[in-house]
């Protein structure tokens, strides 16, 4: 099994790069984790397209696309609550930039700057 017991009783596995979190896991889980990340290295430009987008760039002044792509980092996407967080990005120490989204990344709904 891919994901793994933490010591605060929720679930977490990393695949292909990608950190993965969840309260309950069992196959499904982690068919579904497998596809995100799949989908995470295939959609990862229009993730930053969508930042972009919905106004990152306003939060730090001169963010490019390049820029963005190599600051994001390690992601962590938490499979109950639909949501990929950078925790430890390259734009700064004081935010933790967090993205909801639908489906397996079938769609990008909120970007969310918490700080």
Known sequence: ML???TDLG???AVIDGVGF???NAD???ESRAQAIAAAYRERFGEL???MLDEGIGEEYEGLTADRLKK???KPVIDLDANTISYLDHKLDDDHIIEVEF???LDEFLYL???G
């Open 102 to 104: 639908d489906g397996e």
């Open 21 to 23: 979190v969840c309260e």
């Open 10 to 12: 929720d679930y977490e």
């Open 112 to 114: 969310n700057i918490d």
């Open 48 to 50: 930053t397209d969508f």
């Open 27 to 29: 196959k499904n889980t």
């Open 3 to 5: 994901f793994k017991k």
């Open 71 to 73: 600051a994001l980092g």
